[in-house]
């Protein structure tokens, strides 16, 4: 319970945060259809990442991600970058770009987390498969707008946890980091998406 109002309480102030932000920049010739279906798509992963966080704080008491700060840097868990999306003079290409490597980079810090526990298994297979669409999804707009580079990204360095613990303790910080980055894709998206 005390997860779940942390998270609401962060998630209002999140909100609040990007309403009271400078604007991005001019608005994009991306159709509609996308943005809107990208915006879905983040409310749909943050729902996912939500809960696989509330499942491992009421299975293993995994309830406090400020406190695997320090585990956090031993495993080496990385953070996406959205740094072409949150200037002033918005990068479509770029933004577009690292909004595709940022959840390529998630999909496979999710497969790391495979054989997380059985209980979770399904919670961890839905996030996987919702962020290997929203990505999918991405790559078809910037292939649709000529923006694509020649190949998708490769897979980079895989995570290897040594433990149940650290695969547990992994899962809470991958989807808190997971939530940071799909928060300023949210933003980016819905400025997009207004007239």
């Not at 406190?67 to 868990?77: A, K, N, P, Q």
């Not at 970058?81 to 003079?89: E, K, N, Y």
């Not at 979770?120 to 290997?132: F, I």
């Amino acid at each position: 319970m005390k997860l779940m109002a942390l998270q609401l309480l962060l998630w209002h102030s999140a909100l609040w945060t990007m309403q009271e932000a400078a604007p991005l920049g001019p608005a994009s010739s991306l159709p509609q259809s996308f943005l809107l279906k990208g915006l879905e798509q983040v409310r749909k992963i943050q729902a996912d990442s939500l809960e696989l966080q509330e499942r491992l704080c009421a299975a293993h008491k995994l309830c406090h991600p400020e406190e695997l700060v320090l585990l956090g840097h031993s495993l080496g868990i990385p953070q996406a970058s959205l740094g072409s999306c949150s200037s002033q003079a918005l990068q479509l290409t770029g933004c577009l770009s690292q909004l595709h490597s940022g959840l390529f980079l998630y999909q496979g810090l999710l497969q790391a987390l495979a054989g997380i526990s059985p209980e979770l298994a399904p919670t961890l297979d839905t996030l996987q498969l919702d962020v290997t669409d929203f990505a999918t999804n991405i790559w078809l707009q910037m292939e649709d707008l000529g923006m694509a580079p020649a190949s998708p990204p490769t897979p980079g360095t895989t995570l290897t946890f040594t433990s149940a613990f650290q695969r547990r303790a992994g899962g809470v910080l991958v989807a808190a980091k997971l939530q940071r980055f799909l928060e300023l894709a949210y933003r980016v998206l819905r400025y997009l998406a207004e007239p």
